[in-house]
């Protein structure tokens, strides 16, 4: 799980259960979010991620124990709202790739606004053939 990777943080994170988490419960999360790889997993020991997190182990330790349990008001019902199970070696996000692969409605308007350009610069290129004292354009493909 080495390399650099990019976490998706939706700004309604605020509105999420999670923020009504204490302080350390919060850091071990979005230091969870931070060190996930593509698929959501975490390698980690717990006095790593403590660490990481920039809270004691028993912290670490209470804050791991509320993202494996269920929470019954997450905006998400799938696994009963629970954020993580563990796995060899740490731990997976459960939802990441759900909420890795969703795009916002401004990513989509900028790839439409980009393939537009794209499509509209092509369409231009254009390239001049003299032939004889008559002028033939032809488009590039």
């Known amino acids: 799980m080495s390399g650099y990777s990019f976490t998706k943080l939706f700004s309604s ?8 988490e ?17 698929m959501g997993r975490i390698a980690a020991s717990l006095p790593g ?6 809270v004691t ?22 696994n009963e ?13 459960l939802n990441y790739t759900k909420y890795r692969d969703m795009k916002d409605e401004e990513s989509i308007k900028e790839a439409k606004r980009k393939y537009m350009a794209n499509r509209r610069a ?7 053939i003299h032939v004889h004292a008559d002028t033939v354009t032809v488009k590039e493909k």
């Open 13 to 20: 994170i605020t509105e999420s259960t999670i923020w009504c």
């Open 22 to 38: 204490p302080h350390a419960t919060r850091l071990v999360w979005i230091t969870m979010l931070a060190m996930a790889d593509r």
């Open 49 to 54: 991620l403590a660490n990481r997190a920039r």
């Open 57 to 78: 182990e028993t912290e670490c330790l209470a804050a791991i124990d509320r993202l494996l349990a269920p929470d019954r008001y997450s905006r998400t019902t799938e």
């Open 81 to 93: 709202g629970r954020r993580i199970e563990p796995i060899e070696g740490g731990w997976r996000l």
């Open 122 to 128: 092509k369409e231009k290129q254009t390239t001049t």
